[in-house]
């Protein structure tokens, strides 16, 4: 089959294809299948939007179920049997056993839908405009949360003025001896200091997209306390790092910590369907009957397969017990990768994990023989020089040990590349 009516006919702006330029045709657990037959291992997992794994076969039926039955496909947000029941099984399952009072607010269905709410709601609750966000941070494409997002391409793309967010450092942005909490603290205590009072701290708890820097229990405890102090809502996305990622549901789970708004999406739905939602402490549920609309608010089919994910996975501990041996397995992995390169190092935290090698070429060259070699592998980080795992939580250990030993055979590779170039 010629590929030509990508180039004929897709914008310009499509990205993930020219990394991995095949034609996937099926998808089953961890390994993707392409249109020459050829497995592929999948380290990528839809950014995090499969971490049960494609075409999960329980979330699969009750899906086909539903379907046969002529369930409700769209119903805007009128109540369904399906969403009272994923509801139901939300509170049940995630929000009461963690104490968490939140009520669920249906947005848009994707994450930027999510962040998007956030910002409005906190701007409302507080009547401040100001929202504070972090370098390095990733949190939607649309203009607001285009306006939160650290990236200077992305940002570009808003082809106007991007207004309401102030850049702080994150946690370690000047390296360890450098305490960027102090320096926040300053910024808000100093009334001369340029920064209007904010409306929200918005923070991812590990950095997806900007390089998996982890904030530590106590830098998110202290933005907490100082967002308290200043009369700031605190806005933990949890759409990339949350639903298990870093080892528990939400990523920021036992560090005492109480969001008052948490956007979720990716692997909401556990299947990969489009459903983002954002998690509100009642207190701030202060929205007038449709003042926040949209067609697509709640997808019905992401209703089905978000109960089953939750019942099958989070109604006991032994889908997240097994995650602390398959974390011990990606650090191991990497481990094995970061001793083949000089000062390389491990980010990230949990089972969103990487290695730091230096630079985007050769973190670029690495992902890149992975793919000749059948693992399907992103980076991440400001330039790109973070080589980012975020395989499937249910990957099993021949998995990983296949994948792994395919990213050792391609770092070598890259780095006799490197060599070679470096030599001419
Ligand atoms: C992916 C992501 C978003 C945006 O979600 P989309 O579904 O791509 O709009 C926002 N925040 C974080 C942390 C993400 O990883």
Same mark, same amino acid.
Not at 107 to 117: C, F, I, K, R
Not at 262 to 284: D, E, M, N, R, T
């Given at each position: 089959?010629?590929?030509?009516?990508?180039?004929?006919?897709?914008?310009? !702006?499509?990205?993930?294809?020219?990394?991995?330029?095949?034609?996937?045709?099926?998808?089953?657990?961890?390994?993707?299948?392409?249109?020459?037959?050829?497995?592929?291992?999948?380290? @990528?997992?839809?950014?995090?939007?499969? &971490?049960?794994?494609?075409?999960?076969?329980?979330?699969?039926? *009750?899906?086909?179920?539903?379907?046969?039955?002529?369930?409700? +496909?769209?119903?805007?947000?009128?109540?369904?049997?399906?969403?009272?029941?994923?509801?139901?099984?939300?509170?049940?399952?995630?929000?009461?056993?963690?104490?968490?009072?939140?009520?669920?607010?249906?947005?848009?269905?994707?994450?930027?839908?999510?962040?998007?709410?956030?910002?409005?709601?906190?701007?409302?609750?507080?009547?401040?405009?100001?929202?504070?966000?972090?370098? &390095?941070?990733?949190?939607?494409?649309?203009?607001?949360?285009?306006?939160?997002?650290?990236?200077?391409?992305?940002?570009?793309?808003?082809?106007? $003025?991007?207004?309401?967010?102030?850049?702080?450092?994150? =946690?370690?942005?000047?390296? $360890?001896?450098?305490?960027?909490?102090?320096?926040?603290?300053?910024?808000?205590?100093?009334?001369?200091?340029?920064?209007?009072? $904010? *409306?929200?701290? @918005?923070? =991812?708890?590990?950095?997806?997209?900007?390089?998996? &820097?982890?904030?530590?229990?106590?830098?998110?405890?202290?933005?907490? *306390?100082?967002?308290?102090?200043?009369?700031?809502?605190?806005?933990?996305?949890?759409?990339?790092?949350?639903?298990?990622? +870093?080892?528990?549901?939400?990523?920021?789970?036992?560090?005492?910590?109480?969001?008052?708004?948490?956007?979720? !999406?990716?692997?909401?739905?556990?299947?990969?369907? $489009?459903?983002?939602?954002?998690?509100?402490?009642?207190?701030?549920?202060?929205?007038?009957?449709?003042?926040?609309?949209?067609?697509?608010?709640? &997808? +019905?089919?992401?209703?089905?397969?978000?109960?089953?994910?939750?019942?099958?996975?989070?109604?006991?501990?032994?889908?997240?017990?097994?995650? +602390?041996?398959?974390?011990?397995?990606?650090?191991?992995?990497?481990?094995?990768? *970061?001793?083949?390169?000089?000062?390389?190092?491990?980010?990230?935290?949990?089972?969103?994990?990487?290695?730091?090698?230096?630079?985007?070429?050769? !973190?670029?060259?690495?992902?890149? =023989?992975?793919?000749?070699?059948?693992?399907?592998?992103?980076?991440?980080?400001?330039?790109?020089?973070?080589?980012?795992?975020?395989?499937?939580?249910?990957?099993?250990?021949?998995?990983?040990?296949?994948?792994?030993?395919?990213?050792?055979?391609?770092?070598?590779?890259?780095?006799?590349?490197?060599?070679?170039?470096?030599?001419?």
């Amino acid at each position: 089959m010629t590929r030509d009516i990508y180039t004929r006919r897709e914008s310009e !702006a499509r990205s993930y294809c020219r990394s991995f330029p095949t034609s996937f045709v099926k998808a089953q657990g961890s390994i993707l299948t392409d249109d020459t037959g050829r497995e592929y291992i999948d380290f @990528l997992a839809g950014c995090s939007s499969l &971490n049960y794994g494609h075409n999960d076969p329980d979330m699969k039926a *009750a899906l086909i179920d539903h379907l046969m039955a002529d369930g409700v +496909t769209h119903g805007l947000d009128m109540h369904t049997d399906q969403k009272e029941a994923f509801l139901t099984a939300f509170e049940e399952i995630i929000l009461r056993p963690r104490n968490m009072d939140h009520k669920v607010m249906m947005v848009g269905p994707t994450g930027t839908n999510a962040v998007e709410a956030a910002m409005k709601l906190a701007r409302k609750v507080t009547g401040r405009h100001n929202i504070v966000a972090f370098t &390095n941070g990733f949190h939607g494409m649309t203009m607001g949360a285009l306006a939160a997002t650290g990236n200077s391409g992305k940002r570009g793309g808003g082809g106007m $003025p991007l207004q309401g967010v102030t850049h702080l450092p994150f =946690e370690g942005a000047f390296g $360890p001896d450098v305490d960027t909490l102090k320096q926040i603290e300053f910024m808000l205590d100093n009334p001369s200091s340029g920064l209007d009072a $904010p *409306a929200a701290f @918005l923070i =991812e708890p590990v950095q997806g997209e900007g390089g998996l &820097n982890a904030a530590s229990a106590d830098w998110l405890r202290g933005i907490a *306390a100082l967002a308290k102090k200043h009369g700031a809502l605190l806005i933990l996305d949890d759409i990339q790092a949350g639903i298990g990622r +870093t080892g528990t549901f939400f990523s920021f789970e036992e560090m005492g910590i109480e969001p008052d708004l948490i956007p979720l !999406a990716k692997s909401l739905s556990g299947f990969g369907l $489009p459903f983002a939602a954002l998690l509100v402490k009642p207190q701030h549920d202060i929205w007038k009957p449709a003042e926040h609309n949209g067609t697509f608010r709640g &997808n +019905t089919h992401a209703f089905v397969t978000a109960r089953v994910a939750l019942e099958k996975f989070w109604k006991d501990s032994a889908f997240q017990d097994s995650l +602390t041996d398959k974390t011990r397995t990606v650090e191991t992995g990497l481990t094995s990768i *970061a001793d083949m390169i000089d000062g390389a190092f491990l980010k990230g935290r949990g089972l969103m994990r990487g290695v730091d090698v230096g630079s985007g070429d050769l !973190a670029g060259t690495i992902c890149a =023989e992975a793919f000749k070699r059948g693992l399907i592998i992103e980076t991440s980080g400001a330039h790109d020089e973070v080589v980012k795992v975020l395989a499937p939580l249910t990957t099993t250990d021949e998995q990983f040990a296949a994948g792994f030993e395919i990213l050792r055979d391609a770092t070598r590779a890259a780095l006799t590349d490197t060599m070679k170039i470096a030599a001419e």
